[in-house]
């Protein structure tokens, strides 16, 4: 692709998700509506969506920023639900979904229909897991679909392996099939687990910076190909690889972590814009490829197919959400209860994404004895409906779903209670060895500093549970809130000042920027902490 064309993708598709905040609707749903009108304005160029580029270049760094930001711990205390969708959940859509599209398709093989049930099966919660949070949904839906997301592509792509293999004649068993399987998840795993030690000793003794951010912005794609290379699951090392990095985050350098986050920020916004904006741009180009088969009857094909995933989804859900407690005394005992919203709410999250067209894209065009691979522009053009249907109807519905079941919401004002013990505990702690500290002569401070120390720790303590407490009658503030805004005002006159000085030559430019550099961190922790009171 030439340089102007990416670059007016990118554009476009940032103005879209930055505008798309300020409306109700998530951000994914106007993307993708956009692409579909895009397509057919004069002057746009061909976006063609290259799965070469998608899968190692793309799925790798969004993978990588979602699973460093889960909780490996909360992930382990829902493994079971997890992996009974991203593994048991895919592979039952597969077989499902290819079977009836065999049944429901005249003429189409049933390797090229399980070819298409492997390409729709993983569900893509980038969508999902926005809204969850947007309306504050319970922890641990949210939780399971954001382990659902890490996992299921590495599932579908390696049944997409098996499925393609035997589609165009190179020969493929169950056995041979579940062997693969079996190779490329414990082998994604193992490359994971001999990665992650060595790349996290290598992020905490590096101390410049742009190497720090360099080997940041590097791990996810070298796990994903050093796995790929021994033809293990690159989606697995990545995700295993970030997991435990996000889990000791807090070994690392602050500076660090920082400007990791920053950079991590920018760059899911730029992919996932991206991503979503081609999705709809694909429209053009699925259509023209459809040859021998007509509109009127894909398009019935593609009803059909969309409806059953839909259904094939809660078929999945349900029973998995309650056989098992009910079979299981101990599972009943060590998992919270549910009643029925909550796997209504999980099963009409399935919306597909650009995953599964990247994997479309990628069917081969011939088989191995050199004939057309068969039906393959009908797949394309039925992964695509399905991909569209699930995130304009699933996607538009499921606010209004989760209203209306009325699931009971994020206690605010507990986790704020939680919060601020837990900084109260810090603070003490933290007191106590400033006490100890300061016992020796070497560490002794003017009583100005000393005292500078210990009002910051006190306001740090008092700022979470004023949030508890009382507001400012006329502007709506607890005392922190205030604390924060006025000091912005005075920082921001200290700024207006460099600048001055620097203007009349009292200071030079580099020394301005050193200036600025201070009251930039300043005021950055100020933001910091208004983020975290937020989410």
Request: aromatic share 8%; net charge negative.
């Amino acid at each position: 692709m030439e340089a102007l064309p990416l670059v007016a993708l990118v554009a476009g598709s940032a103005a879209i998700a930055g505008a798309a905040r300020r409306t109700p609707v998530a951000a994914p749903l106007l993307l993708v509506a956009a692409g579909l009108i895009a397509g057919y304005l004069p002057g746009v160029p061909d976006y063609t969506l290259d799965p070469h580029i998608v899968l190692p270049l793309v799925l790798p760094p969004l993978l990588h920023l979602a699973a460093l930001d889960s909780s490996y711990l909360d992930l382990r205390a829902n493994i079971r639900p997890v992996a009974l969708l991203s593994v048991g959940y895919v592979l039952f859509a597969t077989l499902a979904v290819g079977y009836l599209a065999y049944l429901l398709v005249p003429d189409l093989p049933l390797t090229a229909a399980l070819v298409l049930g492997a390409v729709i099966a993983p569900p893509d919660a980038v969508a999902a897991t926005a809204i969850a949070r947007k309306l504050g949904l319970p922890n641990r839906i949210t939780t399971i679909l954001q382990g659902e997301s890490l996992v299921n592509d590495a599932t579908a792509i390696t049944a997409y392996k098996v499925a393609v293999a035997a589609a165009v004649g190179v020969g493929a068993s169950w056995a041979g099939g579940i062997e693969e399987f079996a190779v490329a998840a414990l082998g994604g795993v193992a490359v994971g687990l001999l990665l992650m030690v060595p790349i996290h000793w290598l992020r905490t003794h590096l101390r410049e910076p742009l190497l720090q951010n360099t080997l940041s912005l590097l791990i996810p794609f070298v796990a994903y190909a050093a796995a790929e290379q021994v033809h293990a699951s690159g989606v697995l090392a990545v995700v295993v690889v970030a997991l435990y990095l996000g889990h000791r985050s807090w070994q690392v350098d602050f500076a660090t972590r920082l400007q990791e986050a920053a950079v991590w920020k920018m760059v899911a916004f730029v992919l996932e814009s991206s991503v979503f904006a081609l999705i709809g741009l694909q429209l053009p180009y699925v259509l023209d490829g459809l040859g021998d088969y007509g509109i009127g009857a894909s398009l019935g094909y593609a009803v059909g197919i969309f409806v059953f995933v839909v259904v094939a989804r809660f078929v999945w859900v349900f029973p998995a959400t309650f056989v098992p407690r009910r079979l299981s005394r101990r599972i009943r005992e060590r998992e919270p209860g549910v009643d029925w919203r909550a796997p209504v709410i999980v099963g009409w999250a399935g919306m597909r994404g650009v995953v599964s067209l990247a994997i479309a894209f990628s069917i081969p065009v011939v088989t191995s004895a050199g004939d057309p691979f068969p039906a393959r522009n009908l797949v394309l053009f039925l992964t695509f409906t399905t991909v569209i249907g699930t995130l304009v109807v699933q996607g538009l519905t499921l606010p209004a779903l989760i209203r209306a079941l009325k699931l009971p919401q994020r206690d605010t004002y507990a986790e704020t209670l939680a919060e601020a013990q837990a900084q109260s505990d810090a603070s003490q702690a933290a007191e106590r060895r400033l006490d100890e500290l300061l016992a020796h002569e070497r560490n002794t401070l003017p009583p100005p500093l000393e005292e500078r120390l210990r009002t910051v720790m006190e306001r740090r303590r008092n700022s979470v549970w004023e949030r508890l407490g009382t507001v400012n009658e006329e502007t709506g503030e607890s005392a922190d809130d205030t604390y924060r805004r006025l000091a912005r005002e005075v920082i921001g006159t200290e700024r207006e000042v460099f600048v001055r000085l620097r203007d009349e030559r009292r200071i030079d430019d580099e020394m301005m920027r050193t200036l600025l550099r201070r009251l930039d961190l300043e005021e950055a922790a100020a933001y910091r902490e208004e983020d975290d009171d937020a989410s």
